[in-house]
């Protein structure tokens, strides 16, 4: 079954804890892309990676690290996370370029305290 | 700035009847615009998209028209389904930097419910 696996569903944590969001797909997508969803300001984009070892900015970066490695997974890191950073976060993936279907994760939701 | 809009963030509609959801969009580089639902506890799912080169585009209950002069695109959805309840979100990409660089630039959605 095609699929974007993210992990964990939820996770509460303490300001200034690092902490990884797993993220795989197995549809051999190029395209991967992460997102957070806040109330009244819809999907935002974090970062996304076009192929393996090629990663850009997105929207709102500041705060979060990626890195893709291999070609399936592409990881989103907290070096070190505020409550600001409370959301709810989505990860994407697409065959070639954005403008594709994108098939997203189920969410995890982060609770920085 | 926000650059695709959704203004109206909720919409009711009774069952059968048509639902009609708004987006606007600033960004005249912007050239594929697509349609996602999300259901809660779950990721947005794709739902209809369309070509800046089309201005209507068809997939069984939904359409999703597009007026570039008026950087506007509407989904039509009928008849209108109690399951078509959820929060839909309007998403625009195109070429913001250098070749290959496509980014996904998503409205705030619309929650729509569909009374039975």
């Known amino acids: 079954e095609a699929q974007v696996t993210q992990n964990p569903r939820y996770l509460i944590t303490v300001t200034g804890k690092k902490l990884t969001v797993t993220c795989s797909q197995n549809?051999?997508?190029?395209?991967m892309s992460w997102y957070r969803q806040d109330p009244g300001l819809g999907l935002r984009q974090i970062y996304y990676s076009m192929n393996v070892e090629v990663t850009d900015k997105g929207d709102v970066p500041e705060g979060y690290k990626v890195s893709r490695k291999e070609k399936r997974n592409f990881p989103l890191i907290l070096e070190s996370p505020s409550p600001n950073q409370t959301s709810l976060y989505f990860c994407?993936?697409?065959?070639?370029?954005?403008?594709?279907?994108?098939?997203f994760g189920q969410g995890t939701r982060l609770t920085v305290v | 700035d926000q650059q695709v809009k959704q203004n109206s963030p909720s919409l009711s509609v009774q069952e059968g009847r048509i639902s009609i959801l708004n987006c606007d969009y600033t960004?005249?580089?912007?050239?594929?615009f697509l349609w996602y639902k999300k259901y809660p506890a779950e990721g947005p799912t794709f739902l209809i998209s369309i070509s800046s080169i089309k201005d209507k585009n068809e997939d069984g209950r939904f359409t999703v028209f597009l007026n570039k002069s008026a950087k506007h695109l509407s989904l039509h959805i009928v008849p209108s389904q109690p399951g078509d309840s959820a929060v839909y979100f309007c998403?625009?990409?195109?070429?913001?930097?250098?070749?290959?660089?496509?980014?996904?630039?998503f409205g705030k959605g619309t929650k729509l419910s569909v009374i039975p």
């Open positions: 549809m051999n997508h190029e395209y």
């Open positions: 960004n005249s580089m912007f050239d594929y």
């Open positions: 998403a625009a990409s195109g070429q913001y930097s250098g070749a290959g660089s496509y980014q996904l630039t």
């Open positions: 994407a993936s697409s065959l070639v370029q954005m403008n594709t279907e994108a098939f």
